[in-house]
Structures are given as C-alpha cells and as structure tokens.
C-alpha cells in the first residue's frame, strides 16, 4: 500500500511539473488577436538613392520559435530616400496573434540596389535574403488593441562600404510606437533647398534626422516627450548659415507643428 501511495505522489508531481512547463512554454501567446500597423520611414543618407525589396515581414514571439506572416504585406522595391518629409510606406496592416513579441523580420528580395553618383551598384543584403533583418520590439500585444509602428530605417549607418567598391547593407532600424512617441513637422523655404532636419533633445541621448522633400516639407518620426532643439543645415554651397529653433515641446502621440523656416 505504501509503494502504492508512492507511486501516486511521485505521478502527481510529475503531472504538475509538466503542466507548470506547458504554462511557461505558452505564456508568450494569449487568445485573440491584436491589430498591427507597420509603416517604414527613412533618415538621411548622402546617395542619390537606396533600393530595398521588400517580400515579407513576420514576428517572432518570445520564449518560442514560431514566427508568424502579417498576412497581406505591400511588397515592392521602395526608395528609401524618398520616404522623408512624412512620406511613409505602408508595410503591413492587420490582425496577428496577441501575445509577447520579441522581434519584427523584414525579409528582403534579391533586387536591391544603391545608386551613387549616377551609378548604380548592387546592394548584398545575404542575412536579409534568408533570416530578415531584425528589429527588435519586445512588446506584450494585448488583445484587441490596435498598434501602430514606424520603422526607422537608417541608411546613412546602414550601407557598408566594401574593400572592393561594392555595397552591402547591414541594417540599422529603429522601431517607434506611434502611441509612445511624438513628431515634429514643418517647411523649408524656398523651396528647392535642400536642408537637413535634426532634433536633439536636451540631454542629447536622441537625435533625429531627415531631409526636406522637394515640396519642403519635413517630418521627424519617433521622438520621445521632451524638449528639442531643431537644426536645420542647408546646402553649404549655398552659403546659408544653420538655423536653430530650440524648446520644441514634443507629446507623446501629438505632432509639434513649428513655423515655416525660412533661408534668406
């Protein structure tokens, strides 16, 4: 009777490890779904343009390995240097399983390319090709709630220079709750100047850059709350000096709209 009793303890035990095991194994999903909206900006970089092909995007959820598709992705050759002055791709927008997200993968094409001083070169983006280049996001989606995120894509850190003359890409992107963050937005006159936009933030662990696009525009993306100082630096062989607009108050999930910026 006792080897007996034994014998149920030692199962019970055994059971409940394995369902304590399961509970972990699963406790980066829950039921339902969340909404979720990707769209893919750009900073600054000195090439008259960047060609990305973009063929997928999908999330990783932590704790596990499955991976799941956005399901209907905009995919296309985009020009990263014309998603400045708040033009923007919209990447993904629909519903994936909430749960823990660790990382977002934005799986690229074999035709991509980067165009310097009328020339073009293929762009080597091997790991992109195969994995995706990974953004980490580290996000708990909750259950019907709707999230909206840019994705930042560097260039100007982002193109590596070969030995040989050829280009390859090694990633930098940052990805930025719209909800979380704040934007600054305004124009550049005259127009046909072009200037670029920085924003730093007063203890300068934030800096953010764009161009002004062909209409003047200009819009900084992901800015945490706080307060700014704006540089705007135009062509140097203009001849014009820098100009700077400082205590720009940004609002997480609000645009700072200032005042048109004149070069005279």
Known sequence: MKNIWKSFIALTLLLGVASCSDNDENSNTVSGTAQLSLRLVDAPGDYD?????????VVKYQGSDDEAPLGAINTGVYDLLELTGGVSVLLVDGEI??????????VLGEDNSIVVNGETFPLATPSAQQSGLKIQLNQTLEEDVFYEYILDFDVDKSIVVQGNGNYSL?????????????K?????????IQTLVTATNDNGTVEVSSYVNSDGNYMLYGLPEGIYSVLFEADPLLGFDSITISDVEVVAGQTTVLDDVIFE
């Open 49 to 57: 343009a960047v060609y990305i092909d973009v063929q997928d995007v």
């Open 97 to 106: 399983p909430a749960g823990d997200v660790s990382q977002i993968r934005l």
């Open 170 to 182: 090694k990633p930098t992107i940052k990805a930025s709750l719209v909800a979380d963050a704040g």
């Open 184 to 192: 600054i937005a305004g124009m550049v006159l005259p127009l046909g």
